[in-house]
């Protein structure tokens, strides 16, 4: 659902439920409309910008989840992605060793170098080595992280050396729609198991949807404080469902139950 119509099913489900409460206490009609329509449009601006803002935190906590499975996917396998973009832009490719040279203009060695510690001087001394070796004009190393020493020593050789990190590669792949399948489960007990299943942000609509039919009922009611008492507590279920991020952030990944 669009965040346009997330703010306005919130916003009529917070007048009526304003409305309701307002004329059990007035029982003027006019007043409690202009109140609870105040009261709500205030809302409603607030709750887009809030919307935005939990949106954009939400995407980037997902993206350094993938990335960091990326970087242990890349060093725990072996991959052809950056072989097959470079085949896919043109370049004519010969593997040597556990690299492999690009031909188009000019002659690159590709050095793939996903470890689980930081690149160090030594590897990328070795690979500028090898592409004197096999004579490429220059050579890329793909990494997830390097050491503040290896980035000064690649920029002392920026010439012949250029190295790609997982922000990097992270897009990239992206890109090229080429990013493997992460294992990003996330452990969570039974107990909590059944708090993700009630206030995921899925579930909020329900409650807002149910919160504006207690309030409908209120008006048939011979106890109607009874129903509106239980359509505020859904409200306020639907908010927390839509905006927290303990449960929410479990929405995103699937569930190992142990």
């Not at 109607?224 to 927290?244: D, E, V």
Request: aromatic residues 14%; contains cysteine; charged residues 20%.
């Amino acid at each position: 659902m669009s965040k346009m119509s997330n703010t306005l099913l919130i916003s009529i489900g917070l007048f009526f439920l304003l409305f309701t409460w307002f004329y059990f206490y007035t029982v003027v009609a006019w007043l409690s409309a202009l109140c609870a329509g105040v009261v709500s449009m205030v809302f409603a601006v607030i709750f887009y910008k809030l919307s935005s803002i939990s949106n954009k935190k939400e995407l980037s906590k997902k993206q350094k989840q993938e990335k960091t499975a990326l970087s242990t996917y890349l060093a725990l396998n072996e991959c052809d992605f950056f072989k097959q973009i470079y085949i896919k832009s043109g370049y004519a490719v010969e593997e040597i060793e556990n690299d492999f040279i690009a031909t188009k203009q000019e002659k690159i060695l590709i050095c793939q170098r996903f470890e689980i510690e930081q690149l160090s001087p030594t590897k990328v001394a070795g690979c500028i080595k090898l592409s004197k070796k096999v004579e490429a004009n220059k050579v890329v190393i793909f990494c997830s992280t390097a050491s503040a020493q290896t980035l000064s020593f690649v920029k002392a050789n920026q010439n012949i050396c250029v190295i790609v990190l997982l922000e990097e590669v992270y897009t990239l792949l992206k890109t090229h729609n080429m990013l493997p399948e992460l294992d990003k489960k996330i452990k969570i007990t039974q107990k909590n198991a059944l708090l993700c299943n009630l206030f995921t942000r899925t579930k909020a609509r329900f409650y807002f949807i149910s919160s504006v039919g207690l309030v409908a009922t209120s008006f048939l009611s011979f106890f109607p404080i009874y129903a509106l008492i239980s359509s505020t507590i859904l409200f306020l279920m639907g908010l927390y469902a839509k905006f927290n991020k303990k449960y929410n952030y479990y929405e995103s990944y699937p569930l190992n139950l142990t």
